[in-house]
T-cell receptor
Framework: DAKTTQPPSMDCAEGRAANLPCNHS???????VYWYRQIHSQGPQYIIH???NNETNEMASLIITEDRKSSTLILPHATLRDTAVYYC??????????FGAGTTVTVRA | GAVVSQHPSRVICKSGTSVKIECRSL??????MFWYRQFPKQSLMLMAT?????????EQGVEKDKFLINHASLTLSTLTVTSAHPEDSSFYIC?????????????FGPGTRLLVL
């Protein structure tokens, strides 16, 4: 699987959009970009995924650059309950997910 | 989204005993499930891939005789930690691949916290 790089931490204000970057410069053409988050002492929660096109669901938007070397997860209106560790993962055909350190996001009132 | 459950949510056992953890996909059939382990302040580490009707495949460094995996049905995989020792204390998390979802997304269970005394 392609290695992903994320900033270790970021703060954002409640009610504002949170933009979480992820670099995956070695991603191959058939690897999906997945985003999960883990709130303390819970299992990871699926957020969104994409291959080439931008995606949006009820939780977030995923913007993937045209060359697919990076992506941004957007939480449109961050709440205190969005405080978590966010993982950006590239997934190949074997379906295995390799978790890095992720980005610890702290939403402040 | 798809729901995956785990049982028990937490367990305390004595050193030398075996502990079984169940992982169930509640609203979809999962031909593949995965088992992860997470130590405090660390990320998830994949232990093994559980395939329905066949032997599990283990990641390098994971003892297959220590961590027995059985995937007897399309909705249930079990992980048995045999002869548990204090160093096996960890947060064990399973995931299940939904083959009907776009991209065959994996959904995670809530985790099982194991403490071996």
């Amino acid at each position: 699987d392609a290695k992903t790089t994320q900033p270790p931490s970021m703060d954002c204000a409640e009610g504002r959009a949170a933009n979480l970057p992820c670099n995956h410069s070695t991603i191959s053409g058939n690897e999906y970009v997945y985003w999960y988050r883990q709130i303390h002492s819970q299992g990871p929660q699926y957020i969104i995924h994409g291959l080439k096109n931008n995606e949006t669901n009820e939780m977030a938007s995923l913007i993937i650059t045209e060359d697919r070397k990076s992506s941004t997860l957007i939480l449109p209106h961050a709440t205190l309950r969005d405080t978590a560790v966010y993982y950006c993962i590239s997934r190949a055909n074997d379906y295995k997910l390799s978790f890095g350190a992720g980005t610890t996001v702290t939403v402040r009132a | 989204g798809a729901v995956v459950s785990q049982h028990p949510s937490r367990v305390i056992c004595k050193s030398g005993t075996s502990v079984k953890i169940e992982c169930r996909s509640l609203d979809f059939q999962a031909t593949t499930m995965f088992w992860y382990r997470q130590f405090p302040k660390q990320s998830l580490m994949l232990m093994a891939t559980s395939n329905e009707g066949s032997k599990a495949t283990y990641e390098q460094g994971v003892e297959k005789d220590k961590f027995l995996i059985n995937h007897a049905s399309l909705t249930l995989s079990t992980l048995t930690v045999t002869s548990a020792h204090p160093e096996d204390s960890s947060f064990y998390i399973c995931s299940a691949r939904d083959p009907t979802s776009v991209g065959e997304t994996q959904y995670f269970g809530p985790g099982t916290r194991l403490l071996v005394l």
